[in-house]
């Protein structure tokens, strides 16, 4: 091959790269503009969010001072449900902004010390009236568990939307069972211990296709009374890979089902508080 053919053809293709890194410059800079629009717009929404929330929980304390000494006792139920959600908006929007505030590079959320039988008898008493989860859902203390270091927030948000939909799913007349253990990951490089929870209920179960997708986005199955986006299982798939864990799922058609969820645990004396 000729000698200045050679010589050509490389600038050729030497010209040719040094439009492709300009191109790729421009789209990384775009990408960085829109990624930082996004995060603002976060960052005002967990904000703002904070301002309604916080007005909402004044008024309530102050109607609920007013229909205390007016001595209407059934109605105090009800105001004590409506603070509930609204503390629990507030818990969301303090995770929410939790996350943005993380690392890109380690989204693992942070630990505090939870006691996990109150955490689920809390999450119980937010689902709605409707469902009766103050009597339907059993936690079962098969062990003493100390107050173990987990992501309140997150563990909560994984709680309330496995009772519901483990109760939506079931005969009105049923009960869910909720487990917590502590033991050690056999499966891990690290061996270290980790919360384990099982959900079961006794509802009609799925078929092995609808355990299948179950966790993908905007599934929602025949046979419970339910008026969701189809996302909560999605939600709670996330939020376990966010912190180090694993969600699995056992169920069969007309013999309930069961969800077992593991998280790890931090070990003692490990720095920056963070779950995994």
Do not use: W
Not at 89 to 102: A, I
Not at 111 to 122: G, K, R, S, T
């Amino acid at each position: 091959m000729d000698i200045r053919t050679a010589h050509d053809k490389q600038a050729v293709l030497e010209a040719l790269l040094n439009d492709a890194r300009i191109e790729a410059n421009h789209l990384r800079a775009k990408l960085e503009a829109y990624r930082r629009l996004i995060a603002s717009t976060r960052l005002v929404m967990g904000h703002e969010i904070k301002r309604p929330t916080a007005a909402i929980a004044g008024y309530l304390e102050v109607a609920r001072e007013d229909v205390e000494q007016a001595g209407l006792d059934h109605a105090l139920s009800f105001l004590d449900k409506a603070r509930a959600e609204c503390d629990l908006l507030n818990e969301l929007n303090t995770f929410y902004l939790e996350l943005l505030r993380s690392d890109p590079a380690d989204e693992t959320p942070r630990a505090n010390v939870v006691d996990v039988y109150d955490l689920i008898v809390e999450a119980a008493d937010q689902l709605p009236d409707s469902l009766n989860a103050g009597t339907r859902v059993l936690v079962v203390r098969s062990e003493e568990l100390p107050a173990l270091p987990v992501n309140r927030n997150a563990l909560k948000i994984i709680l309330v939307n496995l009772l519901e939909n483990a109760l939506r799913y079931s005969p009105r007349e049923s009960s869910v069972r909720v487990e917590a253990t502590v033991g050690r990951d056999q499966r891990g490089v690290d061996g270290r211990d980790l919360l384990k929870l099982r959900v079961v209920d006794t509802g009609s179960g799925m078929s092995a296709d609808d355990v299948k997708r179950i966790f993908q986005p905007f599934v929602r199955l025949d046979g419970g009374a339910v008026d969701g986006a189809g996302l909560g299982l999605t939600l709670v798939r996330s939020l376990v890979d966010m912190c180090g864990g694993s969600v699995t799922v056992r169920s069969a058609e007309g013999a309930g089902t069961t969800f077992f969820v593991t998280l790890p645990l931090i070990a003692p004396g490990e720095d920056g508080g963070l779950l995994g």
